[in-house]
């Protein structure tokens, strides 16, 4: 089972509105992760969870706030979004943790069907 | 700096004939190539790891180090395989928390 669930699948939000995207993974993976997408552009990273714990802001502006509860969920909160926000926002996880000192051959990331969002 | 380059932004193949998209990377360190397929308006899909050299769904990918690439490669295009294919790169070292993606190559098998 690789799967990782994203509610909701599509949001359409007002630029003054507070929402959260919910993801959640039963595989036991340690790191989990929001990535940005743009209309026939890759993925852009922009958290990583590692063991619970925040290990990578991709430099995101404080309206993206993200959390993580436990270490099966993964939520990421929206606050005065801008309409250049709107995007796939994909949530993903792997098995292993971020480790600098640990070998990690093979630690693929699995990605969520991900959620839309529109900003307007 | 880690960096993926797919130099074709659209592919497009008959059914049938073979097809190879390209990939090349320029990387340091021990690099771990993936490709991701995304078909339309669906989650990105792992479709191939570089250390684990199989087959899926006919496609297939050798890491050439002398040549930095890992070009996706498939004898016979079917219609299904069109979709957004992704080349990624993992650092072996940071366990692949840092994924770069190239741009995408855009498939289309015509009938």
């Known amino acids: 089972d690789t799967e990782v669930t994203q509610t909701p699948k599509h949001l359409v939000m007002g630029m003054t509105n507070k929402k959260s995207l919910k993801c959640e993974q039963h595989?036991?993976?340690?790191?989990m992760y929001w990535y940005k997408q743009k209309a026939k552009k890759p993925p852009e990273l922009m958290f990583v969870y590692s063991y619970e714990k925040l290990s990578i802001n991709e430099s995101v502006p404080s309206r993206f706030s993200p959390e993580c509860p436990n270490s099966s969920l993964l939520n990421l909160h929206l606050h005065a979004l801008q309409p250049e926000d709107s995007a796939l926002y994909l949530c993903a996880s792997s098995r292993r943790g971020v480790s600098l000192r640990q070998g990690s051959s093979g630690n693929t990331i699995y990605f969520g069907e991900g959620s839309w969002l529109t900003v307007v | 700096a880690q960096r993926v380059t797919q130099p074709e932004k659209l592919l497009s193949v008959f059914k049938g004939a073979p097809v190879e998209l390209k990939c090349n990377y320029s990387y340091s360190g021990s690099p771990e190539l993936f490709w991701y397929v995304q078909y339309s308006r669906q989650r990105l899909q792992l479709l191939l790891r570089h250390i684990s050299r199989e087959s899926i769904k006919g496609f297939t990918a050798d890491l050439n180090k002398g040549e930095t690439s890992f070009h996706l490669k498939k004898p016979f295009a079917q219609e299904e395989d069109s979709a957004m294919y992704y080349c990624?790169?993992?650092?072996?070292?940071?366990?692949?928390?840092?994924?770069?993606f190239g741009e995408g190559t855009q498939l289309t098998v015509n009938p």
């Open positions: 595989m036991g993976h340690r790191a």
């Open positions: 990624a790169l993992g650092p072996q070292e940071t366990s692949g928390s840092r994924l770069t």
